[in-house]
């Protein structure tokens, strides 16, 4: 059965390229029909965060996508240390008691390169053990083939046959000299003893596959299938990363700001990725149906943004043209956490006044204020007067449409053939009739249509602020 992973640190907020890598494996899954793992690699104690892990899942649950089997590394410790040792019983690691500070033990020394430490490398296997046994501490170290000119090979799904000889590998890290399992040793045991069948992660992985192979091998487990996804980079081309270009890359930041958790993915999946017809606007079915790692591209993908506007466009556009397909009533509860009051009965009328006028959803706080407040926040009165025309003509028209409005039924059709026929009483076109009314009982020119914000408002509302403009002139 296919099996994919993703294995996250808890070591800051969700990153738009880590929920990239979480969406592509989840999108592999369910097109083969395979088990989709999420694995919190937390072993790195002195970096992981609560707050950062709270952050992972809350991106993860915003995306809407969800995962088959769960597991947290750091539980696993016993499992990591038991097949490292696998290893060394089988000749193929050695134990390094050459003392270095923790944090050279995975790294190459400071003066370049290294291979190995030779004399550790060629210690007894008696003499090893004795001083284990003495309570010596050591760093667990892969034995890196170098008898002959070897090579390690790997197919990799996007950027094709990978090779890197043994005779430019250092002897890396397995366990480190407190005991804990390096990334490394970690995550293939994970991988082996969870049967992942393709490891789908981040292009910057790839130098550390040879390293996973020569680890499987040892283990005796067939490696599985890789394939390394192109970066994210920004406008000015460098790697798109939470230091240098901060919140702009967090999916809690998009989330926040009001995006739809289907068009961020939507988005998200064409960073990288395109189908076989160049379709953009695609429903989660068709993105299931038309995923495949051949239309993952080789070439880094771009993520664009401004100082000003965070916000990639077309992204932005993917967003408007979801929000501009959803159901009424979907629509109201996707805008209640942005509106000034979470007035679902009232967000039910005024959510298909917007639709076609937001493209985030926090933009109902700008397009929809009017609908929320008591009282209209103050606009100039030479706004009530229409055009070719007079305060004195602008008062007349509300005072006449104010009757109407006593009366009239609050529907949508019945309003615009009552002021339409005002309009008429007053030997004025219907646009000198509307303008005063719609700045009224909205405090602007730009409104959403006028008959159905009358209707969503109410009488006794539009009655109070059409008493509150006459007032004005």
């Given at each position: 059965?296919?099996?994919?992973?993703?294995?996250?640190?808890?070591?800051?907020?969700?990153?738009?390229?880590?929920?990239?890598?979480?969406?592509?494996?989840?999108?592999?899954?369910?097109?083969?029909?395979?088990?989709?793992?999420?694995?919190?690699?937390?072993?790195?104690?002195?970096?992981?965060?609560?707050?950062?892990?709270?952050?992972?899942?809350?991106?993860?649950?915003?995306?809407?996508?969800?995962?088959?089997?769960?597991?947290?590394?750091?539980?696993?410790?016993?499992?990591h240390?038991?097949?490292?040792?696998?290893?060394?019983?089988?000749?193929?690691?050695?134990?390094?008691?050459?003392?270095?500070?923790?944090?050279?033990?995975?790294?190459?020394?400071?003066?370049?390169?290294?291979?190995?430490?030779?004399?550790?490398?060629?210690?007894?296997?008696?003499?090893?053990?004795?001083?284990?046994?003495?309570?010596?501490?050591?760093?667990?170290?892969?034995?890196?083939?170098?008898?002959?000119?070897?090579?390690?090979?790997?197919?990799?799904?996007?950027?094709?046959?990978?090779?890197?000889?043994?005779?430019?590998?250092?002897?890396?890290?397995l366990?480190?000299?407190?005991?804990?399992?390096?990334?490394?040793?970690?995550s293939?045991?994970?991988?082996?003893?969870?049967r992942?069948?393709?490891?789908?992660?981040?292009?910057?992985?790839?130098?550390?596959?040879?390293?996973?192979?020569?680890?499987f091998?040892?283990?005796g487990?067939e490696?599985?299938?890789?394939?390394?996804?192109?970066?994210?980079?920004a406008?000015?081309?460098?790697?798109?990363?939470?230091?240098?270009?901060?919140?702009?890359?967090?999916?809690?930041t998009?989330?926040?700001?009001?995006?739809?958790?289907?068009?961020?993915?939507?988005?998200?999946?064409?960073?990288?990725?395109?189908?076989?017809?160049?379709?953009?606007?695609?429903?989660?079915?068709?993105?299931?149906?038309?995923?495949?790692?051949?239309?993952?591209?080789?070439?880094?993908?771009?993520?664009?943004f401004?100082?000003?506007?965070?916000?990639?466009?077309?992204?932005?556009?993917?967003?408007?043209?979801?929000?501009?397909?959803?159901?009424?009533?979907?629509?109201?509860?996707?805008?209640?956490?942005?509106a000034?009051?979470?007035?679902?009965?009232?967000?039910?009328?005024?959510?298909?006044?917007?639709?076609?006028?937001?493209?985030?959803?926090?933009?109902?706080?700008?397009?929809?204020?009017?609908?929320?407040?008591?009282?209209?926040?103050?606009?100039?009165?030479?706004?009530?007067?229409?055009?070719?025309?007079?305060?004195e003509?602008?008062?007349?028209?509300?005072?006449?449409?104010?009757k109407?409005?006593?009366t009239?039924?609050?529907?949508?059709?019945?309003?615009?053939?009552?002021?339409?026929?005002?309009?008429?009483?007053?030997?004025?076109?219907?646009?000198?009739?509307?303008?005063?009314v719609?700045?009224?009982?909205?405090?602007?020119?730009?409104?959403?249509?006028?008959?159905?914000?009358?209707?969503?408002?109410?009488?006794?509302?539009?009655?109070?602020?059409?008493?509150?403009?006459?007032?004005?002139?």
């Amino acid at each position: 059965m296919l099996r994919v992973r993703f294995a996250p640190s808890p070591t800051g907020y969700l990153h738009i390229g880590s929920a990239r890598t979480f969406i592509f494996n989840w999108l592999y899954a369910r097109h083969n029909g395979g088990a989709m793992i999420l694995r919190i690699d937390d072993t790195d104690l002195e970096r992981n965060t609560q707050e950062s892990l709270d952050s992972i899942f809350d991106g993860l649950k915003w995306l809407d996508l969800n995962w088959d089997e769960f597991y947290r590394q750091s539980e696993r410790g016993d499992k990591h240390r038991e097949m490292a040792m696998k290893i060394f019983e089988k000749g193929l690691a050695y134990r390094d008691f050459t003392p270095a500070a923790g944090d050279l033990e995975e790294k190459s020394h400071a003066g370049g390169p290294w291979l190995f430490h030779p004399e550790m490398r060629g210690l007894s296997r008696a003499e090893s053990d004795r001083r284990a046994a003495a309570g010596e501490p050591f760093v667990l170290r892969f034995r890196v083939p170098r008898e002959r000119e070897d090579k390690v090979i790997f197919n990799d799904l996007v950027y094709g046959e990978q090779l890197k000889a043994t005779a430019d590998m250092e002897d890396f890290a397995l366990l480190r000299s407190t005991g804990a399992p390096t990334y490394h040793m970690a995550s293939c045991a994970d991988d082996a003893d969870l049967r992942i069948s393709h490891i789908i992660r981040g292009q910057d992985h790839l130098t550390n596959t040879f390293k996973h192979v020569l680890i499987f091998k040892a283990l005796g487990v067939e490696p599985p299938k890789f394939a390394h996804l192109p970066l994210l980079i920004a406008p000015d081309g460098s790697k798109l990363s939470k230091r240098k270009h901060g919140p702009v890359v967090s999916v809690t930041t998009y989330r926040d700001a009001g995006f739809l958790p289907h068009a961020f993915v939507n988005f998200v999946v064409l960073l990288g990725w395109s189908p076989k017809n160049d379709r953009e606007v695609m429903s989660r079915a068709e993105l299931i149906d038309a995923f495949s790692l051949e239309g993952v591209n080789r070439s880094n993908a771009t993520v664009n943004f401004t100082a000003e506007d965070p916000f990639d466009p077309k992204a932005v556009w993917l967003n408007a043209e979801t929000i501009r397909t959803m159901p009424v009533e979907e629509l109201a509860k996707a805008l209640a956490p942005f509106a000034p009051k979470p007035d679902l009965c009232k967000l039910r009328k005024i959510a298909p006044l917007i639709q076609e006028r937001i493209k985030l959803l926090r933009d109902v706080r700008e397009v929809a204020d009017f609908f929320f407040v008591d009282e209209l926040p103050p606009y100039p009165a030479s706004e009530l007067v229409p055009q070719k025309g007079t305060p004195e003509l602008a008062k007349s028209v509300l005072r006449e449409a104010r009757k109407i409005l006593e009366t009239a039924t609050f529907e949508p059709d019945a309003l615009e053939a009552a002021l339409k026929a005002g309009a008429e009483k007053l030997k004025i076109k219907t646009g000198q009739m509307y303008q005063p009314v719609r700045v009224a009982v909205c405090g602007r020119k730009v409104a959403p249509p006028l008959f159905a914000t009358l209707a969503a408002l109410g009488r006794e509302t539009a009655l109070d602020r059409m008493d509150r403009a006459i007032g004005k002139l």
